[in-house]
């Protein structure tokens, strides 16, 4: 068996698929993702929030065991916290009930702990290029920072799951704080050189497609358009 055959692999909308009573998680459309390993019964899940005791209930559904958390970035809509006069369950809710470790980008943090209040203990500091493996499926932590300073990606078995770093008709805001245009620029290229047949699965729902191969990404996205980083900054820059 290969690991594509192994490869567990699911992605839920918030407002559709979770949260669907939730008008805040129906707005913000988050794609929140399990990636894992069929066989083992192992899986992680990628940016939990708004109904985590839901998404744990799925997880448990599929007969599947959660075995971390993997944190994109530390905006409350993707690992919770206070966002516009909202309290978004997330990580620190779901650590009240499952003891898994939560793996971060090192840079992003004391930003994880300042948003979610979760203690540093319970957090697995990751720098670019790391893999974890949940039963045989390798998942690789890209570095993509811009967005926020330890925005990451994680790429597995060919789908390359981006928050907020890439979307399929856009990129992340880089004017706040901890964003950063020119560092942005720079994720967005390391993104480009992945094979054309990575499928990009995004942090939002905000095309119509939920995912598509990164050629096509590439020719469809304005943000690939600039034609070098002086161009970008004149165009993205403060």
Avoid at 94 to 112: K, Q, Y
Avoid at 140 to 155: A, D, E, I, N, R
Avoid at 170 to 178: Q, V
């Amino acid at each position: 068996m290969t690991a594509d055959d192994r490869f567990y692999f699911r992605q839920l909308l918030s407002g559709r698929d979770f949260a669907v009573r939730n008008g805040l998680a129906a707005q913000m459309v988050n794609y929140v993702y399990l990636l894992g390993d069929k066989v083992n019964k192992e899986c992680v899940i990628v940016d939990p929030a708004y109904a985590v005791d839901e998404l744990v209930g799925i997880v448990e559904a599929d007969g599947m065991k959660l075995t971390g958390v993997l944190a994109t970035h530390y905006h409350p809509d993707h690992i919770g916290g206070s966002m516009m006069g909202h309290r978004i369950d997330g990580i620190a809710h779901l650590l009240e009930t499952c003891d898994v470790p939560i793996h971060v980008n090192a840079d992003e943090v004391p930003w994880v702990i300042r948003t979610t209040e979760v203690d540093q203990s319970h957090l697995v500091a990751h720098d670019a290029g790391d893999t974890l493996t949940v039963g045989e499926i390798d998942i690789t932590f890209v570095h993509t920072p811009g967005h926020t300073p330890g925005s990451q990606c994680f790429l597995a078995c060919g789908c390359l799951v981006t928050g907020d770093t890439l979307f399929l008709d856009g990129c992340g805001r880089t004017d706040l704080p901890g964003s950063d245009a020119e560092q942005m620029y720079e994720s967005l290229q390391t993104l480009s050189r992945l094979p054309d047949q990575t499928i990009v699965y995004p942090g939002h729902q905000y095309s119509a497609p939920p995912s598509a191969p990164m050629a096509t990404v590439r020719t469809s996205n304005y943000f690939y358009r600039t034609r070098d980083k002086d161009a970008w900054m004149e165009w993205c820059g403060p």
